[in-house]
């Protein structure tokens, strides 16, 4: 593929555009609403007495836990065959056919059935979204140079925004207008609406499939000769592990990006649960919260972008990372719906611009090398281990403390822990030299 095609990266950016109607539509608004109006409070599920928003949490880290085990496998094939656009069509496909099921999800038979049943389809869901993202990410070096990744990247965050704000509005409609005409439709639209994501998601991805072409096949000899494809991607993991000994900005990036990181994702999985129990916020005022969010992240991306541009990523890296610690504690406080709205306000600003620096931050210190999805691949499973620990943490306080804003304390420490070690890291260390 040609460096800085244009063509080539508005086609990748689709994959955005195409994925994150999941990530709104199901991680962020519909289907948590729709799980805590089906779902009591307390519910047995295999012989255990479980607060349902805990449970939600932990099918959150359960599904995490698959991905990040998977990943260094999957990452190891597709750079030994050269098939990473296979992958990420397959776990693409799998997303979107989970997203539909979830139609089935509702509340009819025993409670235990039912919901085991919601959340296989949600850990599904999940696995299809992540397992896909670290294929589409390692694309980002192949396409785009050094100088272009912070712009590229923020446009794929922008990208993902603005569509799946256009799908989260069509559900929005059509779900308000139920409530205000009175169509009597129960259910029917929010389950609509998954399947809805499941279409649009597989749908849109195809004009990025059309476009990404498969990297050159690698030595297929060497894996023969083994023909052992899961310790090939642990080893894989090893490799990295210790040519990140060679790069320690690199590795200390990735260490604070663990913590910092666990943090951001946890907000994102569980800021609707927490409005919808602790502020007893309507449905409606929801979905407007998560809108609010999604278009003042689109401007959150662009802005830290640009200062990253003039200040460089340390200073970018940073200010994201204090407003989120200021969110989390700020969190803990909030006992109005005005006052929550102003804190997704916040929340939208940062949300876009630490996830879209953080990828491309790496990106531009990784070293000189083919082997981008391990490299990749490395980066997804200390992102995906970390919302594993931060879900889990984030349900066990909710569930032993008997609510859920003790557990936003929690996520504070994260932040704090991954600030300071970004501050261990020299600003000049993060300056890349642009090789033409």
Same mark, same amino acid.
């Given at each position: 593929?040609?460096?800085?095609?244009?063509?080539?990266?508005?086609?990748?950016?689709?994959?955005?555009?195409?994925?994150?109607?999941?990530?709104?539509?199901?991680?962020?608004?519909?289907?948590?609403?729709?799980?805590?109006?089906?779902?009591?409070?307390?519910?047995?599920? *295999?012989?255990?007495?479980?607060?349902?928003?805990?449970?939600?949490?932990?099918?959150?880290?359960?599904?995490?836990?698959?991905?990040?085990?998977?990943?260094?496998? *999957?990452?190891?094939?597709?750079?030994?065959?050269?098939?990473?656009?296979?992958?990420?069509?397959? %776990?693409?496909?799998?997303?979107?056919?989970?997203? @539909?099921?979830?139609? %089935? %999800?509702?509340?009819?038979?025993?409670?235990?059935?039912?919901?085991?049943?919601?959340?296989?389809?949600?850990? &599904?869901?999940?696995?299809?979204? @992540?397992?896909?993202?670290?294929?589409?990410?390692?694309?980002?070096? #192949?396409?785009?140079?050094?100088?272009?990744?912070?712009?590229?990247?923020?446009?794929?965050?922008?990208?993902?925004?603005?569509?799946?704000?256009?799908?989260?509005?069509?559900?929005?409609?059509? /779900?308000?207008?139920?409530?205000?005409?009175?169509?009597?439709?129960?259910?029917?639209?929010?389950?609509?609406?998954?399947?809805?994501?499941?279409?649009?998601?597989?749908?849109?991805?195809q004009i990025t499939?059309?476009?990404?072409?498969?990297?050159?096949?690698?030595?297929?000899?060497?894996t023969a000769i083994?023909?052992?494809?899961?310790?090939?991607?642990?080893?894989?993991?090893?490799?990295?592990?210790?040519?990140?000994?060679?790069?320690?900005?690199?590795?200390?990036?990735?260490?604070?990006?663990?913590?910092?990181?666990?943090?951001?994702?946890?907000?994102?999985?569980?800021a609707t649960y927490?409005?919808?129990? #602790?502020?007893?916020?309507?449905?409606?005022?929801?979905?407007?919260?998560?809108? /609010?969010?999604?278009?003042? =992240?689109?401007?959150?991306?662009?802005?830290?972008?640009?200062?990253? #541009?003039? &200040?460089?990523?340390?200073?970018?890296?940073?200010?994201?990372?204090?407003?989120?610690?200021?969110?989390? %504690?700020?969190?803990?406080?909030?006992?109005?719906?005005?006052?929550?709205?102003?804190?997704?306000?916040?929340?939208? +600003?940062?949300?876009?611009? /630490?996830?879209?620096?953080?990828?491309?931050?790496?990106?531009?210190?990784?070293?000189?090398?083919?082997?981008? =999805?391990?490299?990749?691949?490395?980066?997804?499973?200390?992102?995906?281990?970390?919302?594993?620990?931060?879900?889990?943490?984030?349900? &066990?306080?909710?569930?032993? +403390?008997?609510?859920?804003?003790?557990?936003?304390?929690?996520?504070?420490?994260?932040?704090?822990?991954?600030?300071?070690?970004?501050?261990?890291?020299?600003?000049?260390?993060?300056?890349?030299?642009?090789?033409?």
């Open positions: 593929m040609q460096l800085n095609d244009p063509k080539t990266i508005r086609a990748w950016t689709y994959y955005d555009w195409a994925n994150s109607a999941y990530s709104l539509v199901i991680t962020t608004a519909i289907f948590p609403l729709y799980y805590n109006s089906i779902v009591d409070n307390k519910i047995k599920l *295999l012989g255990f007495e479980i607060v349902s928003e805990s449970l939600a949490s932990y099918s959150i880290s359960l599904s995490f836990l698959i991905i990040a085990i998977l990943s260094p496998i *999957l990452s190891s094939i597709a750079d030994y065959r050269g098939n990473k656009r296979s992958f990420m069509q397959f %776990f693409c496909y799998l997303g979107s056919a989970a997203c @539909c099921a979830m139609y %089935f %999800f509702k509340r009819e038979g025993t409670q235990e059935a039912n919901v085991l049943y919601g959340l296989t389809c949600s850990v &599904l869901a999940s696995i299809g979204y @992540c397992g896909s993202i670290v294929f589409y990410n390692a694309y980002l070096p #192949e396409i785009a140079g050094k100088e272009k990744q912070d712009t590229v990247s923020a446009k794929g965050f922008a990208m993902g925004y603005i569509g799946s704000v256009i799908l989260m509005l069509v559900c929005f409609a059509f /779900i308000l207008l139920n409530d205000q005409l009175g169509w009597n439709l129960k259910d029917y639209p929010a389950r609509i609406s998954f399947v809805m994501v499941g279409i649009w998601w597989a749908g849109f991805a499939f059309r476009k990404l072409k498969p990297p050159k096949k690698q030595n297929l000899q060497s083994t023909g052992k494809v899961i310790s090939n991607g642990y080893r894989e993991l090893q490799k990295v592990w210790n040519e990140l000994q060679h790069y320690p900005t690199l590795k200390k990036y990735l260490l604070s990006f663990f913590f910092y990181n666990m943090g951001v994702q946890t907000v994102m999985y569980m927490f409005a919808s129990k #602790e502020l007893q916020m309507a449905a409606t005022q929801l979905l407007s919260v998560v809108l /609010i969010i999604q278009v003042v =992240a689109i401007g959150g991306a662009w802005l830290f972008a640009k200062i990253s #541009e003039r &200040l460089g990523n340390k200073i970018s890296l940073l200010s994201l990372v204090l407003i989120w610690i200021g969110i989390c %504690f700020a969190a803990y406080f909030v006992r109005s719906v005005n006052q929550f709205y102003l804190l997704a306000f916040a929340v939208g +600003m940062v949300m876009g611009g /630490i996830q879209s620096m953080s990828r491309s931050t790496y990106s531009k210190l990784l070293p000189a090398t083919t082997d981008t =999805a391990s490299y990749f691949s490395f980066y997804d499973v200390c992102d995906k281990t970390g919302i594993v620990i931060g879900t889990l943490s984030f349900g &066990l306080i909710a569930q032993l +403390m008997g609510g859920m804003r003790n557990s936003t304390l929690a996520l504070s420490c994260y932040f704090i822990i991954g600030l300071l070690l970004l501050l261990r890291i020299r600003k000049n260390e993060f300056e890349v030299k642009v090789t033409e």
